[in-house]
C-alpha cells in the first residue's frame, strides 16, 4: 500500500512538475482529517458532558489512548526520517570582466571622405560591368542618391 502511494505521488509530481512527496511528510489530507477528529472530539465531549455525564470518563480514555498513538507515531517518523545533507559550493572565483576597446566615432570629414569613396567605386564597377546606356544611368543615378543620402547625413 505504501508503494503504490508513493508510485502515485510520483506520478503526480512528474505531471505537475511538482517535488514528490517524501514519504515521511504528512499531506495535507491528514491534517484536514486532524483537524475534523478534533472538531468531533469536542462535539462529543459536549455531548457527553450534557446528556450522559458517566460516559465522558470513557470518552478521555479512548481519546487519550489515540493521542498516545499518534504521538508515538510523529516520533517515530521523525526518527526515521532521512537527514538532508547541504553540500557546501567553493566560493566562486571573480574573473575580471575583459574592457572593451572603446572604437573611436568617426568626425564628419571621415564620413564625408568613405561616403565619396564608396560613390567613386560604386562608379567604376557600373562602368566595368559592361551595361548598356540605360541601365548605366540608371545605376548612376541610384549610386548618386545614395551618396547624396550619406553625405545629407553627415551634416
Not at 32 to 42: E, I, M, P, Q, V
Not at 120 to 144: W, Y
Request: net charge neutral; glycine share 2%; with cysteine.
Amino acid at each position: 500500500m505504501r508503494d503504490q502511494k508513493r508510485d502515485y505521488n510520483e506520478k503526480m509530481a512528474a505531471a505537475t512538475q511538482e517535488p514528490a512527496m517524501d514519504e515521511h511528510e504528512e499531506p495535507q489530507e491528514s491534517l484536514t482529517f486532524l483537524r475534523f477528529s478534533l472538531a468531533f472530539a469536542l462535539f462529543a465531549a459536549i455531548w457527553c458532558v450534557a446528556y450522559h455525564p458517566p460516559a465522558f470518563g470513557f470518552w478521555v480514555l479512548i481519546y487519550v489512548g489515540i493521542f498516545i498513538v499518534w504521538v508515538a507515531w510523529r516520533i517515530l517518523l521523525r526518527l526515521t526520517k532521512p537527514k538532508k545533507t547541504v553540500e557546501i559550493m567553493a566560493k566562486p572565483t571573480i574573473i575580471a570582466p575583459v574592457p572593451v576597446p572603446v572604437i573611436p566615432i568617426p568626425t564628419a570629414t571621415e564620413r564625408a571622405a568613405t561616403a565619396k569613396a564608396k560613390y567613386d567605386e560604386t562608379l567604376r564597377l557600373l562602368l566595368a560591368a559592361g551595361l548598356d546606356e540605360l541601365e548605366l544611368s540608371t545605376a548612376r543615378a541610384a549610386a548618386k542618391q545614395t551618396y547624396l543620402r550619406e553625405i545629407d547625413e553627415v551634416m
